[in-house]
């Protein structure tokens, strides 16, 4: 933990230092938490919160206001919650933020999530989708038309991708709107529109007047409601391209999620063209991972998984090195791509497809589940099965994609074999020569 004399150290240059440091040691978020003495500055890194230093209490109503000027909040307001951004260079580190403040019992907490849009501008081809994954995310932007979800938790890298997909759309022969609640990234050549509810201009009221500009790509920067839905699934069939995020936990969920929107089947079949859903794992480090041998119950998910017979695969060395934080470094996207077919458009217009049926369907033709992608990163040495077992319900995964019918209470129980006949998918997975990697 760092320690700041708050008699000496003018409380700018305390702040100013937290946001430097933060930036360099690669955190997405800082946290200033307020306890009974003191406030707790804490920073996620690798998607982990880890604390950093210890704020005298007598100091934390300085602090917190010195934050709320450099993100033009209202200083004078502590009662209701505020959102506001930094931008700008700070002890020589060009930062870009959103900044929000919220009350509780113990004084204002205060997070500030720091915009990293590296991975965005270096194209699709960086966010680590395999080479299927990847060439269907390519047919797929193709299109003219259609809808794009790309689907995931807060903070699975949802908006990386989205921007990454636009830096490839961004042509001077396309029109490009936006429509966002907040523009996470300025580009050049979109017209980005920033959502005000507060006036009336939501998601559903800007869609309406997008659609009168003569759009050829449309982002919507989430789909909440089913009026949202609704218009966007119109827009995308008649002759507009539309990206939108969704928060759902794989292609299965989303589909099930816009018809409990009461988006009309014959809608959405036409309109989908696609489903990229995503999680972050944390990336081993090169530097110090471990070669071990892998458990019983490891071997058998692998078996059933990928088909796989692993004996060793890649660990964190838990007492890390100089260069990660107990054995990751950095993130990597776990990804799963559904495109559209012809058979799953002609389900999704039955009623009387059940949720079983549909799942058959879906993970039976050229999808590459979340797990497997998990897996298959793992052998690579990318993660490790920890991490794939802490972000994955690696059971219900098995079960509910229909690559086994095992049933299993505890990890040490007997897991009965897959049969051929649910294996078609087997065939599908990249090759991979796993000697190497290992």
Not at 53 to 80: A, C, D, F, G, Q
Request: hydrophobic share 40%; with cysteine; proline share 3%.
């Amino acid at each position: 933990m760092v320690t700041y004399d708050m008699t000496k150290i003018p409380v700018i240059d305390v702040v100013d230092d937290i946001l430097a440091s933060a930036a360099q040691k690669g955190a997405s978020d800082i946290h200033f938490d307020p306890r009974d003495d003191y406030l707790l500055v804490r920073l996620r890194i690798d998607g982990d919160l880890m604390d950093y230093t210890i704020i005298p209490k007598m100091y934390e109503r300085n602090l917190i206001t010195r934050i709320k000027l450099l993100s033009n909040m209202n200083i004078t307001e502590s009662r209701l919650p505020q959102d506001g951004s930094i931008k700008g260079t700070i002890k020589g580190v060009s930062l870009e933020t959103r900044v929000s403040t919220l009350p509780t019992n113990e004084g204002e907490k205060c997070v500030i999530r720091i915009l990293d849009y590296s991975l965005s501008l270096q194209g699709i081809d960086s966010l680590g989708f395999n080479d299927k994954n990847l060439a269907k995310l390519k047919k797929m932007i193709k299109e003219p038309n259609g809808i794009i979800l790309i689907t995931g938790a807060t903070g699975s890298g949802k908006s990386t991708t989205v921007y990454s997909i636009l830096q490839v759309l961004n042509q001077k022969e396309t029109n490009i709107i936006t429509v966002e609640d907040p523009i996470e990234m300025n580009m050049e050549g979109l017209n980005q529109v920033q959502v005000n509810s507060e006036i009336g201009l939501d998601f559903a009221t800007v869609l309406r007047s997008i659609l009168r500009q003569d759009p050829n790509i449309i982002l919507i920067g989430e789909i909440r409601d089913s009026e949202t839905a609704k218009i966007a699934v119109r827009a995308s069939i008649t002759g507009h391209l539309v990206l939108s995020t969704i928060h759902t936990n794989n292609s299965l969920s989303t589909i099930e999620r816009l018809l409990d929107m009461n988006v009309e089947r014959y809608l959405l079949s036409s309109a989908l063209s696609g489903i990229i859903s995503q999680r972050l794992a944390k990336k081993l480090c090169p530097h110090c991972r471990v070669l071990v041998e892998t458990s019983a119950y490891e071997k058998k998910v692998f078996r059933l998984a990928i088909g796989q017979e692993v004996k060793q695969i890649y660990a964190a060395n838990k007492n890390g090195c100089e260069h990660c934080n107990g054995g990751y470094h950095g993130r990597i996207a776990i990804q799963e791509v559904l495109m559209i077919n012809d058979e799953i458009r002609n389900a999704l217009n039955e009623e009387e497809m059940d949720k079983e049926d549909l799942h058959r369907m879906v993970y039976t033709s050229d999808v590459i589940t979340m797990l497997q992608d998990a897996l298959w990163k793992v052998l690579n040495g990318l993660t490790s099965f920890e991490e794939v077992y802490r972000i994955i319900d690696v059971d219900d995964d098995l079960d509910a994609q229909m690559l086994t019918g095992f049933k299993k209470e505890k990890k040490e129980e007997k897991i009965e074999p897959i049969k051929k006949e649910e294996n078609d998918l087997l065939n599908l997975l990249p090759e991979m020569d796993t000697t190497e990697t290992l």
